[in-house]
């Protein structure tokens, strides 16, 4: 069924909700994975919600596909390919709230990896694998709506190779980091380099560890925790503890540091569901701090001084995760190696906050 053609209930939408091809609704996630991966021709409509930031179509489409440009937008307008209300509009139209946008996508346009002079932290490097710390922020490689900026864009500066990868736009990528965490990533020089470490990864013969600030102070001094993760029941984008349809997840952590109202822990794996540590410590009632999405919240200096509250810069505003430690066998020699990465500033600023005032 064309897209013009559907009837849309109301009461079915909501400011975060996106109609797929399919019949179903996607949330934000869905749609990134989407922009990601879309070859043209997918047709997709989301409601206006009632914050508009820009009222103008081309404004508003711009802010919300920030991989268009908006000149694309704008011809995309004047084609027909984006409609309000199931009618044609013009470049200048101005949006209300509740109004349905129906999209068809255009074409992707073909794009190699674009080598750009990114400073990266290099922890190791010969001539089959390089080990970064990975700073806050920076997206591991590039996608349809980060082209640019990423870390494989570093990597391809600085290297004269890098392995195939398992995507064109993902050479040397065996393992990702969220873009909010920080730490030890390793990449792959050579195709060799890439299949054993990506059977490494695979087979969980490699170890990483991980160090979070999280809110509240554990009375154990270290826990195993088993409970079971899926799909959050109500929220697309979220994970959560899941007797009935969760997949076997097992998380170890140690408290290495005790503050009053915070900890400082370090966390290990033995699976590697989608968002686990944060899903764990959170459901344990002590949530990685700046993680909004699980219950953390950001901190200012004042809170930890416990003065009176006033205009400062957040200490961190991402979550308190970093994987710090790193344990691969190497692709050519067979190796055990280790790799530790030094926390980046501001979870280090955090953690002298609290051993100060805390």
Same mark, same amino acid.
């Given at each position: 069924?064309?897209?013009?053609?559907?009837?849309?209930?109301q009461a079915d939408l909501d400011q975060n909700q996106?109609?797929?091809?399919?019949?179903?609704?996607?949330?934000?996630?869905?749609?990134?994975?989407?922009?990601?991966?879309?070859?043209?021709?997918?047709?997709?409509?989301?409601?206006?919600?009632?914050?508009?930031?820009?009222?103008?179509?081309?404004?508003?489409?711009?802010?919300?596909?920030?991989? #268009?440009?908006?000149?694309?937008? *704008?011809?995309?307008?004047?084609?027909?390919?984006?409609?309000?209300?199931?009618?044609?509009?013009?470049?200048?139209?101005?949006?209300?709230?509740?109004?349905?946008?129906?999209?068809?996508?255009? =074409?992707?346009?073909? *794009?190699?990896?674009?080598?750009?002079?990114?400073?990266?932290?290099?922890?190791?490097?010969?001539?089959?694998?390089?080990?970064?710390?990975?700073?806050?922020?920076?997206?591991?490689?590039?996608?349809?709506?980060?082209?640019?900026?990423?870390?494989?864009?570093?990597?391809?500066?600085?290297?004269? +190779?890098?392995?195939?990868?398992?995507?064109?736009?993902?050479?040397?990528?065996?393992?990702?980091?969220?873009?909010?965490? /920080?730490?030890?990533?390793?990449? =792959?020089?050579?195709?060799?380099?890439?299949?054993?470490? =990506?059977?490494?990864f695979k087979n969980r013969s490699t170890k990483k560890?991980?160090?979070?600030?999280?809110?509240?102070?554990?009375?154990?001094?270290?826990?195993?925790?088993?409970?079971?993760?899926?799909?959050?029941?109500?929220?697309?984008?979220? #994970?959560?503890?899941?007797?009935?349809?969760?997949?076997?997840?097992?998380?170890?952590?140690?408290?290495?540091?005790? #503050?009053?109202?915070?900890?400082?822990?370090?966390?290990?794996?033995?699976?590697?569901? +989608?968002? *686990?540590? &944060?899903?764990?410590?959170?459901?344990?009632?002590?949530?990685?701090?700046?993680?909004?999405?699980?219950?953390?919240?950001?901190?200012?200096?004042?809170?930890?001084?416990?003065?009176?509250?006033?205009?400062?810069?957040?200490?961190?505003?991402? *979550?308190?995760?970093? =994987?710090?430690?790193?344990?691969?066998?190497?692709?050519? /020699?067979?190796?055990?190696?280790? #790799?530790?990465?030094?926390?980046?500033?501001?979870?280090?600023?955090?953690?002298?906050?609290? &051993? +100060?005032?805390?």
């Amino acid at each position: 069924m064309n897209i013009s053609e559907k009837q849309y209930n109301q009461a079915d939408l909501d400011q975060n909700q996106i109609w797929t091809p399919e019949g179903r609704f996607a949330n934000a996630t869905e749609l990134q994975n989407l922009l990601d991966n879309y070859q043209g021709g997918e047709q997709i409509c989301i409601k206006v919600g009632p914050n508009l930031k820009f009222r103008r179509i081309d404004q508003y489409m711009t802010s919300r596909f920030n991989c #268009f440009s908006r000149t694309l937008v *704008q011809r995309l307008i004047r084609s027909g390919e984006i409609l309000v209300n199931h009618e044609q509009v013009k470049i200048s139209h101005r949006l209300n709230q509740d109004d349905i946008i129906q999209i068809t996508l255009p =074409a992707p346009v073909d *794009q190699e990896v674009v080598p750009e002079d990114i400073p990266v932290d290099i922890i190791y490097e010969d001539d089959d694998i390089i080990v970064v710390n990975k700073k806050p922020w920076m997206v591991v490689h590039p996608a349809r709506c980060y082209k640019t900026g990423t870390l494989v864009n570093a990597l391809a500066y600085h290297c004269k +190779t890098l392995s195939s990868g398992s995507e064109r736009m993902r050479p040397g990528i065996v393992h990702r980091l969220d873009k909010n965490t /920080t730490g030890c990533i390793i990449v =792959a020089k050579n195709d060799d380099a890439q299949y054993n470490l =990506a059977q490494q990864f695979k087979n969980r013969s490699t170890k990483k560890k991980y160090l979070a600030v999280v809110h509240g102070t554990p009375e154990l001094d270290s826990d195993m925790i088993k409970n079971m993760l899926g799909p959050h029941p109500t929220v697309r984008e979220k #994970f959560a503890v899941r007797s009935d349809e969760g997949k076997k997840a097992i998380t170890v952590y140690k408290v290495l540091e005790r #503050f009053n109202g915070y900890a400082y822990v370090e966390i290990d794996i033995h699976t590697g569901r +989608t968002h *686990q540590i &944060r899903v764990h410590m959170s459901h344990l009632g002590y949530p990685i701090v700046a993680d909004k999405m699980y219950g953390g919240k950001v901190v200012y200096p004042w809170q930890i001084k416990n003065e009176l509250p006033s205009p400062q810069d957040i200490l961190i505003n991402r *979550q308190a995760l970093h =994987a710090g430690w790193l344990e691969i066998n190497h692709p050519r /020699t067979g190796e055990r190696m280790s #790799f530790e990465a030094p926390l980046h500033h501001d979870m280090a600023s955090l953690l002298d906050m609290l &051993r +100060t005032y805390r």
